[in-house]
């Protein structure tokens, strides 16, 4: 689905991405872990054509996304990113949240953006919330709408940027229960994370990045139980 060639980003001097390579099947989760500026967000920002990207290639089901000649609105629409906060529409009821994208883009009648919608919010349980407002939401409700606002989309590759990492720690697991269950239904999911326990349970592999270059990447027993290089060791050390 993804296969990412010698992707190579600098800030001026400051190389944050390193030539990196990754191939990602569809239906696949890989969570991404490493430390505060190893370049996680950069990669996903990469990803979703949000950052100009200085070398190598990124290919999304048979399309080069780094193509210069690439509609980059046309080809973001394959792509779902959520990010760790302020997600939603503070104006928009949670239900326009979640069709406003399918109506405005996928061009979808009222009706049928609803009636997907009403769906999805039946799967995370906050259907009753539909005419609320978001401020009206615990940070794990906005979370869990602002993942299936992106699903809703019908993207072809799901990034997450650390979706918890802003929340009371009561209710992170809410929002990781959505990702499990997206993961369940086949989606496509690149996620950076912290949240170590997560990762080992629900990721099919595990990507580690160290200074912007790729370190190792396995599959998580291989990750957390038998790391290969000291800077993955000494980064879990911290964490488990
Ligand atoms: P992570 O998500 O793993 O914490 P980031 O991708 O946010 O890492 O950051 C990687 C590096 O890129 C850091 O050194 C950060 O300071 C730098 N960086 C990120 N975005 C920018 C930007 N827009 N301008 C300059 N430097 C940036
Ligand atoms: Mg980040």
Not at 58 to 83: C, H, K, Q, S, Y
Not at 146 to 165: N, S
Not at 177 to 203: P, Q
């Amino acid at each position: 689905m993804l296969r990412i060639n010698g992707l190579t980003k600098a800030f001026g001097e400051n190389v944050v991405l390193d030539g990196i390579d990754l191939e990602v099947a569809r239906g696949e989760v890989v969570c991404l872990i490493g430390a505060s500026g190893s370049g996680k967000s950069t990669l996903l920002r990469c990803l979703d054509l949000l950052e100009v990207t200085d070398d190598g290639d990124i290919w999304l089901d048979g399309e080069e996304l780094t193509d210069p000649a690439i509609d980059v609105d046309r080809a973001r629409r394959e792509i779902g990113m959520v990010f760790q906060a302020y997600n939603l529409f503070p104006h928009l009821s949670v239900l326009d949240n979640v069709t406003i994208g399918p109506r405005r883009v996928l061009r979808q009648s009222k009706a049928d953006a609803e009636r997907r919608a009403h769906a999805l919010l039946d799967r995370i349980g906050l259907n009753g919330k539909a005419d609320a407002y978001p401020d009206a939401l615990s940070g794990g409700q906005q979370q869990r709408v602002a993942l299936i606002r992106a699903v809703a989309m019908q993207p072809k590759l799901l990034l997450l940027d650390e979706v918890t990492a802003a929340l009371d720690p009561m209710l992170v697991g809410e929002v990781l229960d959505v990702v499990r269950d997206l993961k369940n239904e086949g989606h496509t999911i690149v996620m950076a994370t912290h949240e170590m326990a997560f990762a080992r349970e629900c990721a099919d592999r595990v990507v580690f990045l160290s200074g912007g270059v790729l370190i190792e990447e396995g599959t998580p027993e291989q990750i957390f139980t038998a790391p290969r290089d000291p800077r993955t060791r000494e980064f879990l050390a911290r964490y488990l």
